[in-house]
């Protein structure tokens, strides 16, 4: 099991906001990155750090953070959106990784 | 552009062990650690370790501390994931990933195209 917690599902309209969040208590030290994943397919790199996102990823990706909770955000979301997100961050003790539980998106 | 090429599909039967390689193209592979990922079917993401292509330096999960071993052969610019006493819980596609860039060591990108490792006897 993870230390990280995601909600499982989540979706959204065409066009509309979503958060999809992720809890841990090593997010009060250190920023989430995250992760798309479509099927079949490996995952994508969509935000790191503070709020930055890697070439080639649209502005509507936004990354926040708050306490013990890291959000991202997709503004706008579109048909291709949908997907797996994962969240990830170092583990609090160790230089070790974890990695949330992932929330399936669906856009509707 | 920058990848990681990953080998074949392996099917092993339980007891065995596998190795998997990750080749690195388009940029200098001792600059970069290297992660490596693991996904049972219809599961998420699963780290198991890193290593430091420099340094050869490397760390594991504890879930698999004592069956995991990560490796590099540098003058090829690839490195490897062995995985020993194979189960069926094992079953699952193997991901290397790069780190992203020298502040966040937990910022994955590119990735392997994934390595489906399948344990049946």
């Known amino acids: 099991s993870s230390d990280l917690t995601q909600d499982p599902a989540v979706s959204v309209a065409v066009g509309q906001t979503v958060r999809i969040t992720c809890q841990g208590d090593s997010l009060r030290t250190y920023y989430a990155s995250w992760y798309q994943q479509k099927p079949g397919q490996a995952p994508v790199l969509v935000i790191y750090g503070k709020n930055n996102r890697p070439s080639g990823i649209p502005d509507r990706f936004s990354g926040s953070s708050s306490g013990n909770t890291a959000s991202l955000t997709i503004t706008g979301a579109q048909a291709e959106d949908e997907a797996d997100y994962y969240c990830n961050s170092r583990d609090s003790s160790s230089y070790h990784v974890e990695f949330g539980g992932g929330t399936k998106l669906t856009v509707l | 552009q920058v990848q990681l090429v990953q080998s074949g599909a392996e099917v092993k039967k339980p007891g065995a062990s596998v190795k998997v390689s990750c080749k690195a193209f388009a940029y200098t592979f001792t600059y970069f650690d290297i992660n490596w990922v693991r996904q049972a079917p219809g599961q998420g993401l699963e780290w198991m370790g890193w290593?430091?292509?420099?340094?050869?330096?490397?760390g594991y999960a504890q879930k698999f501390q004592g069956r995991v071993t990560i490796t590099k052969n540098t003058s090829i610019s690839t490195a490897y994931l062995e995985l020993s006493s194979l189960r069926s819980e094992d079953t699952a596609v193997y991901y290397c990933?790069?780190?992203?860039?020298?502040?966040?060591?937990?910022?994955?990108?590119?990735w392997g195209q994934g390595t489906l490792v399948t344990v049946s006897s």
């Open positions: 290593m430091n292509p420099n340094s050869g330096n490397t």
């Open positions: 990933a790069r780190r992203f860039n020298h502040d966040y060591p937990w910022a994955f990108d590119p």
